[in-house]
Every structure is written in structure tokens, then in C-alpha cells.
Nanobody, 126 residues
């Protein structure tokens, strides 16, 4: 079982930056691919970024590629999402997710993730 807690959301002006953190519990955290998803009001939840269990390069949605960076620190059981050059359309609740199957490369679909955090609100004003 993995429990995830996101933090770092807030209100920021367009063009600004935020860094989200996702702290995971459990000794096996380092074995799982991790992802970030987001859900804007009235829209379905969508993939944002993901990273494999061994780190390396992440995968990104086209809408955030070049602006967001995902990383992880397995010693701290934490995954990060650095968000730069934020736009009003980035406003959403951001969710951290963990793949429950160990040692898999990251996925971009919700159904590839078994554990979810409660979400953190990101609001970008114009």
C-alpha cells in the first residue's frame, strides 16, 4: 500500500512558477513509476507528466512540454513537478499517482496507476 500527499499548490500570476511535491509512504516507493495528472473544472482528468522508477527522463503532455519538469528523490520518497511559465489554462487540481506494479516504465493513462493523492489546487490568474 502506498499513500500519497501532495503539497505546493496555490495562486500565481501568469508567467510565474510553482513547485508541487508528492510525498509517498512505504519502503517500496522507489520501485514505482510516478505520474502527475490534473483536472480542470468541467473537464476530465488528464495526464501531465510521469517518471519511471529509476528516474531518467520524464514524459510530458504536449501542453506542458518545455515548461514543466518532473523529478524524484527516492531517498526522500518524494516526486516533484516544477511548473514554469504558467498559463491560466494550467488552472486545475493536480494529482499525484503511483503505479502499483514495480519496475515498470511510466504510463500516460490513468488506469496504469493504482494509488492517488488527494490533489492540490493550482490557480493561475491572467
Amino acid at each position: 500500500q502506498v499513500q500519497l500527499v501532495e503539497s505546493g499548490g496555490g495562486l500565481v500570476q501568469a508567467g510565474g512558477s510553482l513547485r508541487l511535491s508528492c510525498a509517498g509512504s512505504g519502503r517500496t516507493f522507489s520501485r514505482f513509476a510516478m505520474g502527475w495528472f490534473r483536472q480542470a473544472p468541467g473537464k476530465e482528468r488528464e495526464f501531465v507528466a510521469a517518471i519511471s522508477w529509476h528516474s531518467g527522463r520524464g514524459g510530458y503532455a504536449d501542453s506542458v512540454n518545455g515548461r514543466f519538469t518532473i523529478s524524484r528523490d527516492n531517498a526522500k520518497n518524494t516526486v516533484y513537478l516544477q511548473m514554469n511559465r504558467l498559463k491560466p489554462e494550467d488552472t486545475a487540481v493536480y494529482y499525484c499517482a503511483a503505479d502499483g506494479s514495480p519496475f515498470r516504465p511510466y504510463g500516460t493513462s490513468e488506469n496504469e496507476y493504482d494509488y492517488w493523492g488527494q490533489g492540490t489546487q493550482v490557480t493561475v490568474s491572467s
